[in-house]
Every structure is written in structure tokens, then in C-alpha cells.
């Protein structure tokens, strides 16, 4: 790279670049793009800046998810103040470990679970997969499912399929879409215990297998225990 003293104006353009933080020429390496280009300096800082930014905008998300989930009970239960140990644990876990909770609703879940002292594994690795919630007392995993999750069926199912595989024909895989947690999240672990109940008396009656109308009656079993009282 020649000095750039010697290059004219033209030259000194093609050759370097003008620092985003400090505006310093930084001499550029060969075909490096035209975008942001920093001295060292300037990077040293730039990517302690980045860094400070993530953290803390991961930690309002986080802040803001579990307020939504507060105001999501809000509108089912007036006597909020039972959740709140629990509102707080869940809190400090998800503060401490952002990763842990991806939506307001999985927030909900933890909560109900713990102030009913079931002990769960959060974002728990079963056959190459990361499940929202592993009760062993229930033998269940929970699987808090998106509004779209309903265009994933095959997939999930197969991902069902080789959680089973891994834990065993004992244990069975849960999903309780997010609009039921939004309708009452206080029926969560009668629904857990029903469900589990339901789909293991199913494989018995089908040589272990879920029959291809299972889906749609899991529906209406859903609503049915989701709809009396928490």
C-alpha cells in the first residue's frame, strides 16, 4: 500500500477510506467493500458499543415480554398476587439466562408450573432437539405452540415422534397452542394431566400409534378442558 502522502486526491479514494468513527483514513485491503470501515481504535470501541447494545436490548425484550405476560393474566385472574413469587422467579431466570423464554405465553407456562411447585427443565435438549418444557413428574414435554405452528403439523409430528423415541413410550409430547394460554392459563396443568391421559389411552386402543383423526380430536379435548375453570 503506498504512502498516502503520495497519492492525489483520486488515488487517495480508491485506496483509502475515511474512518465511521473518527474520519482518519483507513487504508483498504484489496477488493474490500465501500462499507463502514473503522481504525483500530475506533473498532476496539465500536464492538464494546455493539456488544453493551445487544445485551441491553435483550434485556428490555425480556422486560417487556414478561410485563405482556403479567397483563395477558391480568385479563383471566383477579387475584394476580398468587402469581407473583412465581412472576419473579421467572423473571430473574429469564434475566439471567435471556434464552430460556422465546414468548410471553412460554413466560405464563413457567409460572403456572412453578406456583404449583412442578420442578421442569427449561429449553431442555432431547434427540437433537430444544423442548420448552420437560416435566418429569408427568413424564410429559411441553411444547408452547405459535399461531404458526399450525402450517408445521408434519413437521412437528415427526419431531414428536423421535422425542418419544429418545424417552421413551411412557412419556408423551404436550402442545397447547398460545390462544388457550391466552384464554385460561389456569387450567394448564389439568390440561397437561387430560392430554397425557388422552394420548396414551389412544395408543393403547391403536397399537401404540396416533390414528390421523387424533388431530382434530385433540382439538376439541383441548377446548373442552381449556374452557372450565382454573
Known amino acids: ?18 474512518c465511521w468513527g473518527c474520519d482518519i483514513p483507513v487504508p483498504l485491503l484489496n477488493n474490500q467493500p465501500l462499507l463502514r470501515v473503522f481504525c483500530p481504535d475506533c473498532k476496539e470501541k465500536y464492538e464494546a ?7 441491553e436490548y435483550v434485556r428490555l425484550k425480556t422486560l417487556v415480554m414478561h ?11 383477579a387475584k394476580l398476587f398468587k402469581y407473583k413469587d412465581a412472576a419473579e422467579a421467572v423473571l430473574d431466570f429469564a434475566l439471567t439466562d435471556p434464552q430460556k423464554f422465546s414468548s410471553s405465553h412460554e413466560m405464563i407456562a413457567a409460572m403456572e408450573l412453578i406456583r404449583h411447585n412442578v420442578k421442569v427443565k427449561v429449553q431442555y435438549k432431547v434427540a437433537n432437539h430444544r423442548v420448552d418444557f420437560l416435566i418429569p413428574k408427568f413424564k410429559t414435554v ?3 405452540d405459535g399461531y404458526m405452528h399450525k402450517y408445521h403439523k408434519l413437521k412437528d409430528s415427526k419431531r414428536d415422534i423421535k422425542i418419544r423415541q429418545e ?7 404436550v402442545r397447547i397452542p398460545t390462544k388457550y394460554i391466552e384464554q385460561n392459563a389456569g387450567a394448564l396443568i389439568r390440561a397437561i394431566k ?3 391421559k388422552f394420548k396414551q389411552q389412544t395408543r393403547r386402543k391403536n397399537n401404540g400409534l396416533m390414528p390421523e383423526w387424533y388431530s382434530d380430536r385433540e382439538k376439541t379435548y383441548y377446548e373442552k378442558v381449556l374452557s372450565q375453570e382454573g
Not at 500500500?1 to 480508491?14: G, Y
Not at 458499543?49 to 445485551?55: D, F, N, Q, S, V
Not at 424417552?167 to 409430547?173: F, T
Open 194 to 196: 387430560e392430554l397425557y
Open 167 to 173: 424417552l421413551g413410550e411412557d412419556w408423551e409430547v
Open 142 to 144: 411441553l411444547e408452547i
Open 1 to 18: 500500500m503506498p504512502d498516502i502522502e503520495e497519492l492525489s486526491i483520486e488515488d487517495r479514494e480508491k485506496h483509502y477510506f475515511p
Open 49 to 55: 458499543e455493539k456488544e453493551e447494545t445487544l445485551k
Open 67 to 77: 410485563e405482556r405476560a403479567l397483563r395477558i393474566l391480568e385479563k383471566q385472574e
